[in-house]
């Protein structure tokens, strides 16, 4: 899980460096025009982190105290983060347990008259049912804001995640599929969110002459031309770098299922209507039994992987399960069976555009030599 670095890179940072402005500038406009060309949107603001920016998406859609927000039940803890930031409820709801995303019949089941907003999440690089969130945001007057911090190159029926909300929300951390070290964009179409979103990341200031006011309270949410100009490098290798994930991953998929593993995990689904990107390869374990033993032996497999320089994880989270959400909110460990699969047998496995066919073959080997040794099940 390694970021694509060569010497553009650094040729990038070098000019910058020389040129004695490092702090947001020209190269930080630059990288955002890029950005909002490459996925179909009018106007990009980058910021320091997707968390950033889906904080501040949540703000300026004016969801607040009293307001409810449905997202699913695994996911990063920023995207609960966000809504919870800004004094609104997070409403769980359950995933499909095949995509990891969100299930829109049972969101259905949660709207209450609170319901403002509805937040899909295109995990591990694969589009949510955008059709099926956009019909119930439409029929029930919600506001889309799509977390596509894993979905920079993904597709949903021809057009590019991040097309269909109000605004959307990708991530440059060192493990997506273009980093800048950290940080993280907002896409919008619309002039005033824009400057919403200009206005708020830079402390609130109104941008005006040598002596600006600060109208607004805000935030030091900047990313620097340091990051941007890496960005603007690693952009220019992002449909090669798409391309090597995507071989990776049909290799995977290959070579699991002429192992004994096939009969044991579920590989990463995608369908005709969705082009993934896979940021991560996370495969689910499928064996009966009970979701916390099993995942005692997932965790413990993912030590025995490390201690031979194998990097391996859970997919992600379960955030209701999470010591803060869990005490604010009280939510039982089963109350989305799906998401409780997921969150305890999920790996993700290794994969990045330098990963050769070799190492793949040693991490399906080793996970199906871990799986056969009854002393580690």
Request: overall charge neutral.
């Amino acid at each position: 899980m390694r970021p694509w670095f060569d010497d553009s890179e650094e040729k990038a940072v070098i000019a910058v460096l020389r040129s004695g402005r490092v702090n947001q500038g020209s190269k930080t406009e630059e990288f955002e025009k890029q950005i909002a060309e490459f996925v179909g949107r009018k106007y990009a603001v980058a910021v320091s982190s997707c968390t950033a920016a889906l904080h501040l998406a949540v703000l300026c859609a004016g969801i607040g105290p009293g307001d409810e927000v449905l997202v699913p039940a695994f996911t990063w803890i920023s995207t609960i983060n966000a809504i919870e930031f800004n004094g609104a409820k997070p409403i769980f709801c359950d995933i499909d347990l095949h995509s990891y995303n969100l299930d829109v019949r049972d969101a259905r089941k949660r709207l209450s008259a609170r319901t403002k907003a509805i937040i899909p999440v295109h995990l591990f690089g694969l589009s949510a049912d955008l059709s099926a969130v956009v019909d119930l945001s439409r029929e029930k007057n919600l506001i889309v804001i799509e977390d596509a911090a894993c979905a920079l190159g993904s597709y949903f029926q021809n057009r590019h995640v991040g097309l269909f909300g109000r605004t959307a929300c990708f991530s440059f951390h060192p493990r997506k599929s273009i980093t800048t070290g950290e940080g993280g964009i907002i896409l919008t179409d619309d002039p005033e969110d824009h400057e919403k979103f200009l206005q708020l990341r830079n402390i609130g200031s109104d941008r005006t002459g040598i002596n600006p006011d600060f109208p607004v309270l805000g935030f030091n949410y900047r990313m620097t031309d340091l990051q941007a100009a890496i960005g603007i490098a690693q952009l220019k290798k992002l449909p090669d770098a798409l391309e090597k994930r995507r071989q990776c991953a049909a290799r995977y998929d290959v070579m699991i299922g002429n192992s004994p593993l096939r009969n044991f995990v579920e590989t990463p689904f995608t369908s005709e209507n969705c082009v993934h990107s896979y940021q991560s390869y996370v495969c689910r374990i499928t064996v009966k039994g009970d979701p916390q033993a099993l995942s005692a032996r997932r965790n413990q497999w993912i030590k025995l992987l490390a201690d031979e320089g194998i990097e391996t994880r859970p997919g992600t989270h379960a955030p209701h399960l999470l010591s803060y959400y869990r005490k604010k909110y009280g939510y039982a460990a089963d109350a989305y069976p799906n998401a409780l699969q997921a969150d305890r047998l999920s790996i993700a496995l290794p994969i990045f555009p330098g990963l050769t066919e070799e190492e793949q073959q040693t991490v399906v080997s080793k996970l199906a030599e871990l799986w056969g040794d009854t002393s580690k099940r």
